[in-house]
């Protein structure tokens, strides 16, 4: 019988039910079958992940990767607990709550540009894994200083981690990123000649925009304001001793 997804999560707990479906022992662990999906994920994209190609990734049949993992909705559950688990938990130390947010939030920044089919989990099943739990009450205590309540200190987590994944998704490169900044030097004057005096407030903006990063837009920069107004957002909530 297959294992429920929760004993597949914390299949190296003590607590876990050992065995599993009847016949001779695998050649290839549970673990061993995330791994590799993780691996082929980073190499290709979660779209390449499938049942198929791990059986032949790990040398096993179909039907055993089914023994591993029940199936692809599972083992995704299981590709990003693993990757959470694995992930830079910087140290809080004393540092102020801002600090400690702005390392938050760089952490995971960093963890979706090296792992970007994260972007494509969104299965809420994971928080029942012990590597989500253990990033979570991490995450979590960076906000200790503020000084909020459960409810609140949850909703200000999830503002930040909602914030960068928003900015994870901007920096996904487009086919056609590299040409950006050459098109941007070469079309600016021409795009003037057609716009004319239409749109001046856009014109202008964009005009000052385009000269200071010599492109439409940056994700570096807007990642920095929107960081900012992230942490101007979350003092509101601070306690005047806190």
Same mark, same amino acid.
């Given at each position: 019988?297959?294992?429920?997804?929760?004993?597949?999560?914390? /299949?190296?707990?003590?607590?876990?039910?050992?065995?599993?479906?009847?016949?001779?022992?695998?050649?290839?662990?549970?673990?061993?079958?995330?791994?590799?999906?993780?691996?082929?994920?980073?190499?290709?994209? %979660?779209?390449?992940?499938?049942? /198929?190609?791990?059986?032949?990734?790990?040398?096993?049949?179909?039907?055993?990767? @089914? #023994?591993?993992?029940?199936?692809?909705?599972?083992?995704?559950?299981?590709?990003?607990?693993? #990757? @959470?688990?694995?992930?830079?938990?910087?140290?809080?130390?004393?540092?102020?709550?801002?600090?400690? *947010?702005?390392?938050? =939030?760089?952490?995971?920044? =960093?963890?979706?540009?090296? &792992?970007?089919?994260?972007?494509?989990?969104?299965?809420?099943?994971?928080?029942?894994?012990?590597?989500?739990?253990?990033?979570?009450?991490?995450?979590?205590?960076?906000?200790?200083?503020?000084?909020?309540?459960? *409810?609140?200190?949850?909703?200000?987590?999830?503002?930040?981690?909602?914030? *960068?994944?928003?900015?994870?998704?901007?920096?996904?490169?487009?086919?056609?990123?590299?040409?950006?900044?050459?098109?941007? =030097?070469?079309?600016?004057?021409?795009?003037?000649? @057609?716009?004319?005096?239409? &749109?001046?407030?856009?014109?202008?903006?964009?005009?000052?925009?385009?000269?200071?990063?010599?492109?439409?837009?940056?994700?570096? &920069?807007?990642?920095?304001?929107?960081?900012?107004?992230?942490?101007?957002?979350?003092?509101? %909530?601070?306690?005047?001793? =806190?």
């Amino acid at each position: 019988m297959p294992r429920e997804l929760i004993d597949l999560l914390w /299949r190296d707990h003590p607590a876990a039910p050992q065995g599993g479906a009847r016949g001779p022992r695998s050649r290839v662990t549970t673990s061993a079958v995330v791994d590799a999906a993780c691996t082929l994920a980073d190499a290709e994209g %979660l779209a390449a992940v499938s049942v /198929r190609r791990l059986g032949e990734a790990l040398g096993i049949s179909t039907m055993s990767v @089914y #023994t591993h993992v029940n199936g692809r909705d599972d083992l995704l559950v299981l590709m990003a607990d693993t #990757t @959470y688990a694995r992930m830079a938990r910087p140290d809080h130390g004393a540092a102020g709550w801002r600090d400690r *947010v702005r390392r938050v =939030a760089g952490a995971n920044l =960093a963890l979706l540009l090296e &792992h970007p089919w994260l972007l494509e989990i969104d299965d809420e099943r994971t928080a029942f894994g012990p590597g989500t739990i253990a990033r979570y009450d991490h995450e979590l205590h960076a906000l200790d200083p503020l000084g909020l309540d459960d *409810v609140a200190r949850d909703a200000a987590l999830t503002f930040v981690l909602d914030f *960068v994944r928003g900015a994870a998704r901007a920096r996904r490169r487009a086919p056609q990123a590299d040409e950006m900044p050459q098109a941007w =030097a070469r079309w600016a004057g021409r795009l003037a000649e @057609y716009l004319g005096d239409a &749109h001046p407030l856009a014109q202008r903006v964009g005009s000052a925009a385009g000269e200071a990063m010599n492109a439409p837009s940056s994700p570096a &920069h807007a990642w920095e304001f929107g960081l900012a107004r992230v942490l101007d957002a979350l003092g509101a %909530l601070e306690e005047p001793d =806190a």
